[in-house]
């Protein structure tokens, strides 16, 4: 019998399915491993109310049963806390709990605590966190990468099995990336969005940061779905099945050609070639595609995504729940509340996307924007029509210090680079570990994530190929003193 | 000095009557205590998604078809950015650059849009003023945020206050029948701000327009208008400029205030609103709306006019009051052959009138005067049995206590006296009882009969027949 | 390329209150990320169709069915400044 906290998500639920172990010790020795937590990974962890729910019978028979789960703080929990990481939120207790979280309960996966992340969601370092940033487990002196630092940090760290968190820009990918574990995007629909804290209303989406591939479709297998509650869900036709598939055979990955390689770091590259003969030595095609608009993705995302947040955001203003600095007249109390409340990156982001939509502004931001999406989504399309997937390193970077571009906001969004043109196309991808590398200018040997990204609802097909990948490549270091 | 022309167009807002709002599940009400119907969603608490109500747009639908308006095939929601209190999400779901429905017209007032949208949350101020203005404290009561609105924009085709009410009311006849809302101007179910500029008259360009708020009855309406036209006009002939702003229409005083405080510089930043799925009413939704339509008052005048030859007057202001209308088709079926236009005549000019004078603030519907009734006796003139004398007191017992004109007739005598020699004595009595009367007819001045006739009709209560007592008149003096 | 005065006047559209060195900072951290934006401007997309929505789904709506609302003393909990069942906030100023 192994150490349980060594088990994969899926491997711990065929043990407790087949009795091997029980429920009960399995949580117990996540919630012993969560109150570990040195990383700032959790802003919060659950207790009581779990146990019930992991030894209660009414839940019926599933992979998922007993295996407790980190969630992002952006994910409403009822009476519970959920902060979005924001000083605004930070005595919130929602009175209802996320459809995504609530399909999770059902299955019998207990909420193990909630994830630190970026406020709000902006960022992609986990420093603009209201609750302090997360560390890199590793090097904690390094940022473990963002919006979902908390979730990748805990996953990597062994402080969860598995997490969930969500991704507009690359705030799944990115962290994965940086933190050495599997994390996936799916296509815009496919989980609903319901009770996830509205960050940019066309481009979130909540998926899995899991050990490895197979997690993540198991874990996705119960987090998609249509759902009544939101309009724009449609989940995934036919479901996720379990990725089984062996080499690669006839499949054909596209390198873009319109995607600049010199921001890139010289570790992450060579990784990036490695991985791309792993793939000719499993069968797969590689050629270049030409995605010439992808490379203004940066630009059109922060000019959507902040626009969209401005408006998100006008919620929180002091009237209804949440933080509010009295004043006596009613101009003075919202800017005072809400000065008082955001920080630096999201106040930014507001300021950026009020801009943008303001009149004079809007047809050559706003509007110019909504067309380059057009423009990198028929990229894509064309791209598709030649290729299964198009592949990416995740990130230019592998994680870097910690303050090293805290203060300057465009060298931080650059990070997107790799990530951004997929949600803003609304398909899926998936970063996995390729190996490690040094940062430019050396140091510790530090994650590279791989992306790879295909047409709309191809999640079954990014995760076989990703699973054969994963195999072949058989990534299996763990940060000094994990597992 | 310049003659001055106003010119005005209406945005209306109208609640729909559906059992939940417009993107949640919470149940409409009215004068309920405050915030017993909300819910996570209509309070914009974090990570809520809003979800149409399919019933709403139908109802927009059905509205749409009655102005006649096209329908586009697939129009989306905006947000509509601006922070206050009552709007929860801080920024209103609606319509922008692409409406639900546009054209269309209604009388003689072509409509601009029409689109839908969701309704704020009440503000009561309880600060030491009642007014917008001042410091203090107000309360926020949600239970109307979320309610679904139909907004409708006409084209400024209005010229007059008095115009504005008649078509306002016409609007507001034609959305009740369709049954998808009650329109209740007291109660804010309808809502009608005016914006009214000024121009001297035959010119084309249109001069600054001003917004007006907060009438919220036809009287007011009419009032505010008036007042706005008066207040632009007295402006202008004093060689000033009008300026653009929105005014509070204050009931109590009648006047017009300025609603400017920083709370109302905007700039609403519309975008569209990425929570929602674009609207493309099929075929048949728009055929179930078309089909959904009853007889509206424009199509009912046309009836009147076309099939039943009333005049024009008659027949709008039957078509224009719904009960008096329908009381009018009833009283119409039940005297079978009876003519249209006398049948009009009766409804609306004695028997509204009798009803009027009775002091009684009732239309015939609502008198005891049944539609049969009234038929009956209008055939029982025209057969003879009653003169139309005598049906005026039967009518004025009708309206006093209802029942069977036949029986009344019987009861009080009233019958038509039938046999002329009775008719001849009358007659003959009353001629000499009025002899420069009588010299002057003959002499053949035809004025002075009135007397005579007079005189008889004082003696049979009105029970004779006027065309017999001229004939008998006529021979008795041999002209 | 974005001056204070622009900064000042969305910050007032964003009803946030920034201090005179947030100003600052923000005029040029806005004008450093807009320059990089600005280039989209220089595309030709005249002839593009603006995408606002990625999945193509119409018509999705809700049978006019009530669901209960929830009681007021739980939706009351969470507000900073309730008073008789309703949330209170101070009123709007008059013209400065
Ligand atoms: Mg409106
Ligand atoms: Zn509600």
Redesign the pocket.
């Known amino acids: 019998m192994p150490d349980l906290l060594d088990l994969t998500a899926g491997q711990a639920g065929k043990a407790i399915e087949s009795k091997e172990i029980s429920p009960q010790e399995y949580l117990h020795a996540w919630q012993e491993a969560a109150s570990k937590d040195d990383l700032n990974a959790y802003l919060w962890t659950e207790t009581t109310s779990n146990e019930q729910r992991a030894t209660s019978n009414e839940i019926p028979a599933s992979p998922l049963r007993g295996i407790p789960i980190a969630v992002k703080d952006l994910f409403c929990t009822e009476g519970t806390p959920t902060t979005a990481g924001s000083r605004i939120l930070e005595s919130y207790r929602p009175p209802y709990t996320a459809t995504a979280v609530r399909k999770l309960i059902e299955a019998g996966t207990p909420v193990l605590g909630k994830t630190n992340m970026d406020e709000f969601a902006m960022g992609s370092s986990n420093e603009n966190s209201a609750f302090g940033p997360v560390l890199n487990p590793w090097d904690r002196e390094r940022v473990p990468g963002g919006s979902s630092g908390g979730s990748a940090a805990a996953v990597a760290g062994g402080l969860a099995p598995w997490a969930i968190g969500t991704d507009t820009g690359g705030s799944i990918r990115q962290p994965a990336s940086l933190c050495g574990i599997v994390g996936m995007k799916p296509t815009y629909g496919a989980v609903s969005r319901y009770g996830m804290i509205a960050f940019a209303s066309s481009l979130d989406q909540c998926g899995p940061l899991t050990r490895d591939v197979s997690d993540a479709a198991l874990l996705l297998a119960t987090l998609q779905g249509r759902d009544p509650c939101d309009s724009t869900s449609v989940g995934i036709d036919g479901g996720i099945k379990l990725p089984d598939r062996e080499g690669l055979k006839g499949l054909r990955f596209a390198v873009p050609s319109g995607l600049a390689m010199d921001g890139v770091e010289a570790g992450v590259k060579s990784t990036f070639a490695a991985t791309l003969k792993t793939i000719e030595e499993l069968g797969g095609e590689v050629g270049e595609a030409a995605l010439p608009h992808a490379d203004h993705g940066i630009s059109a995302y922060y000019v959507i995504a902040p626009a969209e947040a401005s408006a998100n955001l006008a919620r929180y203003d002091g009237v209804r729940y949440g933080l509010r600095v009295p004043a006596d007249e009613l101009l003075g109390m919202y800017e005072g509340t809400r000065a008082a409340g955001f920080g630096a990156e999201v106040k930014r982001r507001i300021m950026l996307g009020t801009y943008a939509l303001s009149s004079g502004y809007y047809e050559a931001y706003y509007g110019q924007a909504l067309k380059v999406r057009t423009k990198i989504a028929e990229d894509f399309a064309k791209a598709f029509a030649e290729f299964d997937f198009v592949v990416t390193p995740t990130s230019p970077s592998v994680a870097f210090k910690l303050g090293e571009k805290t203060d300057d906001p465009l060298a931080m969004y650059l990070n997107d680079y790799f990530t951004v043109p997929m949600p803003l196309a609304g398909i899926p991808a998936i970063s996995i570990p390729a190996g490690l590398a040094e940062p430019d200018g050396g140091g510790p040997q530090l994650p590279v994530g791989f992306q790879i990204a295909g047409p709309a609802f191809s999640e079954n097909a990014i995760l076989d190929a990703a699973f054969a990948l994963e195999q072949a490549i058989g990534f299996d270091a763990r940060p000094q003193g994990v597992g | 000095m310049a003659e001055y022309e106003a010119v005005i167009g209406l945005e209306i807002h109208v609640h729909l009557q559906t059992r939940?709002?417009m993107?949640?599940?919470?149940e409409l009400s009215f004068g309920d205590e405050p915030n017993v119907?909300?819910?996570?969603?209509?309070?914009a608490h974090p990570g809520v998604l809003p979800v149409p109500n399919e019933k709403a747009i139908r109802y927009a639908l059905m509205i749409a078809a009655a102005l006649g308006c096209e329908v586009a095939p697939r129009s989306i929601f905006h947000r509509k950015n601006y922070f206050y209190p009552d709007n929860p999400k801080a920024y209103q779901i609606s319509q922008y650059d692409i409406p639900l429905a546009t054209g269309g017209r209604l009388g003689e007032v072509r409509i601009h849009r029409v689109h839908l949208e969701e309704d704020a949350a009440k503000m009561i101020h309880v600060g030491e003023s009642g007014r917008i203005h001042g410091s203090g404290a107000s309360l926020v009561d949600?239970n109307r945020?979320?309610t679904p609105l139909v907004e409708i924009v006409t084209e400024p085709d209005l010229r007059s206050a008095s115009e504005v009410r008649a078509w306002a009311q016409l609007m507001q006849t034609t959305v009740r029948q369709l049954g998808v809302s009650d329109v209740q101007m007291e109660e804010g179910s309808l809502r009608v701000d005016g914006n009214v500029s000024l121009r001297p008259a035959g010119r084309e360009e249109l001069g600054i327009k001003t917004e007006l708020k907060n009438m919220n009855s036809f009287k007011f309406l009419e009032r505010g208008i008036e007042a706005e036209i008066e207040r632009q006009r007295v402006l202008l002939e004093a060689g000033e400029a009008v300026t653009q702003e929105t005014l509070h229409f204050d009931p109590g005083s009648g006047s017009l205030t300025p609603l400017r405080s920083k709370e109302y510089e905007h700039d609403y930043r519309y975008f569209p609103e990425p929570d929602l799925v674009p609207l493309a009413p099929t075929k048949e939704m728009i055929r179930e709306a078309q089909e959904a339509l009853p007889e509206l008052p424009s199509e009912k005048a046309e009836r009147y006019r076309e099939k039943l030859g009333l005049p024009a007057g008659v027949a709008t202001l039957l078509a224009s009051d719904i009960e008096t209308g329908d009381y009018f088709d009833r009283a119409l079926e039940a005297g079978d052959g009876a003519d249209p236009t006398v049948v009009a005549n009766w409804v609306t000019g004695e028997l509204a009138g009798a009803l009027r004078q009775s002091g009684e603030e009732m239309g015939p519907a609502e008198s005891k005067v049944q539609p049969e009734s009234l038929a009956k006796l209008i055939g029982m003139v025209g057969s003879k049995q009653v003169s139309h004398g005598g049906a005026k007191q039967v009518l004025a017992v009708l309206i006093a206590e209802g029942g069977d004109p036949a029986e009344i007739v019987e009861r009080e005598g009233l019958g038509q006296i039938a046999d002329s020699s009775e008719l001849e004595g009358v007659v003959e009595a009353a001629i000499e009882a009025e002899p420069e009367a009588a010299e002057q007819v003959r002499e053949g001045n035809q004025k002075a009969i009135g007397r005579i006739v007079g005189a008889v009709m004082k003696e049979t209560k009105g029970r004779a027949d006027g065309g017999e007592v001229q004939r008998l008149i006529h021979d008795k003096l041999g002209v | 390329m974005i001056d204070r005065d622009q900064v000042l006047h969305v910050a007032r559209l964003a009803r946030l209150a920034l201090t005179e060195d947030e100003v600052e900072t923000m005029a040029r951290e806005l004008s450093g990320i807009l320059e990089h934006v600005d280039r989209i401007s220089e595309l030709d997309l005249d002839q593009v169709e603006p995408t606002d929505h990625v999945v193509d789904l119409e018509n999705v709506l809700r049978p006019d069915e009530p669901?209960p609302?929830?009681p007021r003393e739980q939706i009351l909990d969470p507000a900073p400044d309730p008073a008789d069942g309703a949330f209170r906030v101070p009123s709007p100023q008059a013209e400065a």
């Open positions: 939940t709002k993107f949640c599940g919470c119907h909300t819910c996570p969603v209509c309070l949600f945020a979320g | 669901r609302s929830w």
